[in-house]
């Protein structure tokens, strides 16, 4: 590898999603974070809205379009919100690489995005250009895209506990799918479900069966050869800030030893520097700050267990955006992603 | 209702079971709390150990046997911890009511108790005088009985869950069973799963599929006709202090519309004090210091979800022990426990 | 006392003050709240934006004046915001009792009021009227008001620590007077201090040496004698909901010793319900729900320290204002207030 | 600088020190963990402690003597409890350069030091061998050290706030000193003070006036020409996990303007690295999992408030070591300890 760093660029860069972005892009060995947006505080230091980045780097907030942003990058972040983040990422020159962070670009089929999220896409006519990013999956079709769809955080987790048995045949019974997430999922602005008085203590569902990640999770389960799988998902806020835990209850058609599955999840993650099978059920307060997926499988014989946890904002968000931009940019695939997370 | 106060006795009242029996009853208008006992802090005032009592009682733990206990009182609470509350209330006079907060009574069969314990029972010839304490369900065996085993908290959440649909015959299909729970549930004790650093941001499953509760929760499935429920169940801590959660997902043989199960509901819980409908999932929060169950459910016509939030130490613990006192001593039901809650 | 329930208005009834307002009237053996307003809620139950209290009343919120809303009650309430309180209240009628939970009538001079909230009063003409409603200090005056204005919680606990040593003369140093706050003292409106992500491990001071309770502060310090007290007051916000923690750092001029501070502090609470002297520092989880105020000190001769624990919303609020109303209204001061908390 | 990486030894390693040295350590660029040692654990993997760190190191931890693990080092860390250390670190060999994270080798004088711990120091005569290790005000004594006594955690927080007032001979007047601490100040060994259904909502204060940190305090204030500065020294527990905070309130003798505190400061920590001169108070949030201590200052011409928060296990302990060690070891004084913290 050469010593010059390639040149990365991110719309939208005052959210949480711009805020780790920078935290591991300013940290990675091979890239340089050139340019970042904002409509609300151009010409800010950075370090206004990130208090956390003074004497960190310089970088200030630029106002500028995304044609402009993607002036002499290599690749392009958008962490801007679902449905704004289309209409930038359509106007991006299709020399240059992008990672959408949104849910804007995940689902193949228009007329399945406009159920799910209530309005017309504005780009359908590229949908077709995306690679859903899901790293330790897609690997071979990230490295050489130009496009990539990051996968929603829920989406993430549940995915990879699903999909190894979705390849190895076995996802034929129902499958109860219980997430769980922390609060920074609900972005860096405040609202009611997030106000700390009522939060602090607070564990509830919210939209149970209708998701927004569900049609994602079954669009991925169903390419990989289990179009028939009956996923109920059911999403609940706890009272923590980062973190997303799946436990996925499944009732297989034929008994699976526990050996079997170990031996199904060994096959896949074994080797895999960011997915670690464990001894016992993972702890989000374990992979917080880190790339790390966390899986614990148990099963009675008749009934499988599978739990998973991540950082929503890290391997559910831009550590599995960066796994892919280094994919992307011919960079080895861990680069920049070493942290450990703090604990505790 | 006569001026007279019936009198009361808490065995083992330094834990979280005996500091909220003496919140409610201290304030509870028909009876009097006369006995406290305590091996370890015998003679010192009750707010030594639980400092929010000061200026509000001035009883003292007394050092006192199980007979000596119930001398002179109307009915015993045991909120001795688990296999050892059973030798105390073994030797408890007939003539005296009690109420058991601890697991050792709740199962009918010895051997279950066994495998589920890890040990024999030393009294297995009283199991068989001990009522099942779930207020709501079984009210009329409740009222007359001498003994009662005050059901575990996640088992009286999952059973006011899944009761109405064992009922109503519906209850075919695998059910998936995912709880939740705060830390207090883990009692007084201070250990490494409560060890503020690690527990504060923590989310983690326990014990899957071999809880303690799933045996206490088939027994009564069974009993209400249910015999061959398929119940997985997947416990999990949360970084709160108080609040039981579940999720129930259950796949019916025959569709559910909502409307069938909402009135199922509705026939159950309509005209119970403690068990709230709600139009929304129910939140921990929202129960949280209260003797209320909140229950919401949903369905897409072939599957079915049921949410319960309630506290652990109130509804599922000592409150629901109230409604059984009051029940016991032919007191209102919901004498002294009217309490809101605090929110936030 | 007759067996007649006293007539309890609430104005602005879906804040917390009205929250905390209920969870204590409806309960209240000698009142009946019959009725709370609120212009964004009309006609709805209270349970739709307090959901806690769901099956606990039926009683709905009305968009009424403040002269239709004391129409027929013995005493009105007022947990409207800041600055918009005095409009409402200013029209009372003469004949009504009423208690303002907001700052608009604390202070007695309107040019401090203007110099503190930053805009002129609006009925300076009516600041005379009301008594400062610091339970503990002023019953002889609240008893027969017909206005009091309720402390700020801050305020509370800062006097409450205070007073005692002023009136003993003994406040002739520098006093350093550092609050902690839990969030719910910043209201039921979500905003950027109280978004969880970034609150629930945040603290950090605010407004330091300029907090609008400080000539609160300084105006009862005043008229206990002690006009040149020297009080600075740093406040801070912690990752709690509830609470006020006062902790004053004095430097008396002459050595005081922890005996002759011991026996000022027992002989003015010493036969108060719900102030409470301990041995040890005292701790916002314990007297979280209640109306208790915990104080310590500590003293190594030439230094003093001061700490005071209540909860915001009780005793530095709602709870505070029931004991005035009970004065008012000739009722038992502690009557509905024993709650003694919910601890863990 | 050569390729070599120097060769570290970590004593003590299973607690958060060892953690967060570990954390450190594995990414440096300069250095390299080869031991690390562990009286229980000897021979397991550290990630059996340390989840976090599966699949981040192959290290055993090793269960041998001070000796033997200092031998082939360039330099030893003691993460060993308080009272525990020194016996180690006694026997390290001269010629192995040593960094003690406890208590045990910060105070001169043998006498303060059993005043202070309430026993004999074992080894006072190396005891004017160790540097004192607050890396930004003496650096110069630390580059050349074979023993640096590392600061408490609220020590180096008061210190960052006293000593530039200190070294402008303006410590003439009452020091008021309040401290917040995180819970991972209290270890990794669960205790009552840390039983989570307890600290989760507490705010209390302990050891007022007495806490062990004021006589590192006071000894340093008055190398640093203020011998008689008066500090009375609060510290409180705050329910969140990492951070500590202070609250410095001075009452100069003469006037001192903002303008001139702040060059003060400014003159002092204008080019740190580490040491941040924020525009509003600082936020323990936004330090945490960092090295930085951010600082604010406010004055009202009489009254002076510093405030500082840092996190303790970073800049208070782990992150200032691995400055100190860099200093020791001839490196660059930021080598590895770049990382901006994690949030939200």
């Given at each position: 590898?050469?010593s ?73 972040f ?97 499958v ?95 080797d895999?520097?960011f ?13 917080a700050?880190s ?38 940019l ?15």
């Amino acid at each position: 590898m050469s010593s010059y760093r390639k040149r990365i660029a991110i719309l939208g860069a005052t959210g949480y999603g711009g805020s780790e972005l920078l935290r591991f892009l300013l940290f990675h060995p091979n890239v340089e974070v050139v340019r970042a947006t904002s409509r609300q505080h151009p010409g800010k230091p950075v370090h206004t809205v990130h208090p956390h980045l003074l004497k960190v780097t310089e970088l200030c907030f630029e106002d500028v379009s995304p044609e402009e942003a993607a002036e002499g990058v290599d690749l392009v972040f958008s962490a801007l919100p679902h449905g704004a983040s289309q209409d930038s990422v359509r106007r991006l020159p299709a020399s240059v690489k992008a990672i959408d962070l949104s849910g804007d670009f995940r689902l193949k089929d228009p007329a399945v995005y406009r159920d799910v999220y209530g309005h017309e896409h504005n780009a359908p006519e590229q949908l077709g250009q995306f690679v859903y990013g899901l790293t330790e999956f897609n690997r071979r079709a990230i490295a050489p895209a130009r496009r990539v769809a990051n996968p929603g955080c829920f989406a993430t987790a549940a995915l990879l506990a699903l999909l190894p048995l979705a390849h190895a045949g076995t996802l034929d019974g129902p499958v109860a799918l219980v997430g769980v997430t922390g609060s920074s999922g609900s972005g860096a602005e405040p609202k009611s479900g997030t106000h700390h008085p009522e939060r602090a203590e607070a564990f509830r569902a919210y939209k149970p069966l209708v998701h927004q990640h569900l049609p994602e999770i079954c669009q991925e389960l169903s390419r990989a050869g289990a179009p028939e799988a009956r996923v109920a998902f059911v999403p609940h806020s706890a009272p923590m800030v980062r973190g997303i835990h799946i436990t996925a209850i499944l009732h297989p058609k034929e008994p699976l030893s526990l050996e079997t599955v170990r031996s199904i999840y060994h096959s896949h993650y074994g080797d895999e520097r960011f997915v670690r099978l464990r001894n016992e059920p993972p702890d989000v307060a374990v992979v917080a700050g880190s790339n790390f997926a966390d899986l614990h499988c148990r099963s009675d014989g008749r009934t499988l267990v599978v739990l998973v946890a991540l950082d929503n904002l890290v391997k559910g968000m831009v550590g599995q955006a960066i796994q892919n931009m280094n994919l992307m940019l011919g960079l080895p695939e861990h680069a920049g992603l070493q942290f450990p997370g703090t604990r505790p």
